[in-house]
Each structure stands twice: as structure tokens, then as C-alpha cells.
């Protein structure tokens, strides 16, 4: 059973087709980096190493999204590294203001980390 198992995931990773939960995962953190450079620049983080610090997390990402839609290794490297950074940031904003809505967006990029870490994903880049 095993053998079989692993000749089946061999060939799925010689197509090197895109899984769909990662084109997802790209579009949405896409929107979120957009948003983010968007209350950035208008100032809602102030205007000292704040706005600096989101819009160098913001650029690192969107590098890494069109590396990862490329199914580039680097890609998948930032993105991970990003979405652990920011459920990290969005938990400790929960721990802090006890608002619903860190905890569940944290939730969230938590589960996506998760999921680009699975060998299927790891297997398909280059």
C-alpha cells in the first residue's frame, strides 16, 4: 500500500500543477497585503517604524505570493515566513484588545501556514 501511495505522489509532483488551496491562499493574502500598504500609507499606523515595519512585511510578502503563484521554492519560503509572522502579530493583538476578529483572521493564516507546509505543496515547487 505504501509503494503505491508514494508512485502516486511521485507523479502528482512531475505534473507541477498548482494546487487550488494555493491559488486561494495567494489571493487572499494578495488582498490582505493590499489593504495593509493601503492603511500604511494613509497613516493608520502611525508614521514612525510602524508604517516602515508593515510596509516592509507587506513588500516581503507580495514578492513571495508571485514567487509561490510561480511555484517558485523562495516564494513558498516568504510566504510561509509570512503568514507565520502575521497570525503571530494577529494573536498577540488578541491577547492584548480581546477583539473577535484578530483571533479569527490569526485562525486563519495559522491554517494557511499549515497547509503549505504539507509535503503535496513542497513536492509541486521548484
Same mark, same amino acid.
Given at each position: 500500500? /505504501? #509503494?503505491?501511495?508514494?508512485?502516486?505522489?511521485? *507523479?502528482?509532483?512531475?505534473?507541477?500543477?498548482? *494546487?487550488?488551496?494555493?491559488?486561494?491562499?495567494? *489571493?487572499?493574502? *494578495? +488582498?490582505? @497585503?493590499?489593504?495593509?500598504?493601503?492603511?500604511?500609507? @494613509?497613516?493608520?499606523?502611525?508614521? &514612525?517604524? &510602524?508604517?516602515?515595519?508593515? $510596509?516592509?512585511?507587506? @513588500?516581503?510578502?507580495?514578492?513571495?505570493?508571485?514567487? %509561490? $503563484?510561480?511555484?517558485?521554492?523562495?516564494?513558498?519560503?516568504?510566504?510561509?515566513?509570512?503568514? $507565520? %509572522?502575521?497570525?503571530?502579530? /494577529?494573536?498577540?493583538?488578541?491577547?492584548? @484588545?480581546?477583539?473577535?476578529?484578530? $483571533?479569527?483572521? &490569526?485562525?486563519? #493564516?495559522?491554517? +494557511?501556514?499549515?497547509?503549505?507546509?504539507?509535503?503535496?505543496?513542497? /513536492?509541486?515547487?521548484?
Amino acid at each position: 500500500m /505504501d #509503494e503505491r501511495e508514494d508512485s502516486v505522489r511521485r *507523479l502528482e509532483a512531475r505534473a507541477h500543477g498548482m *494546487l487550488p488551496g494555493v491559488a486561494g491562499i495567494c *489571493l487572499f493574502l *494578495l +488582498f490582505f @497585503t493590499m489593504v495593509n500598504v493601503y492603511g500604511a500609507l @494613509t497613516g493608520v499606523y502611525g508614521s &514612525g517604524f &510602524g508604517k516602515y515595519g508593515v $510596509l516592509a512585511i507587506c @513588500t516581503l510578502l507580495a514578492v513571495g505570493i508571485f514567487g %509561490l $503563484l510561480r511555484l517558485q521554492r523562495w516564494g513558498w519560503a516568504l510566504v510561509i515566513a509570512g503568514c $507565520l %509572522l502575521v497570525s503571530g502579530g /494577529d494573536l498577540y493583538f488578541f491577547s492584548k @484588545t480581546h477583539v473577535p476578529f484578530f $483571533l479569527i483572521r &490569526g485562525a486563519f #493564516e495559522m491554517v +494557511f501556514f499549515l497547509y503549505l507546509v504539507r509535503t503535496e505543496v513542497r /513536492d509541486r515547487l521548484r
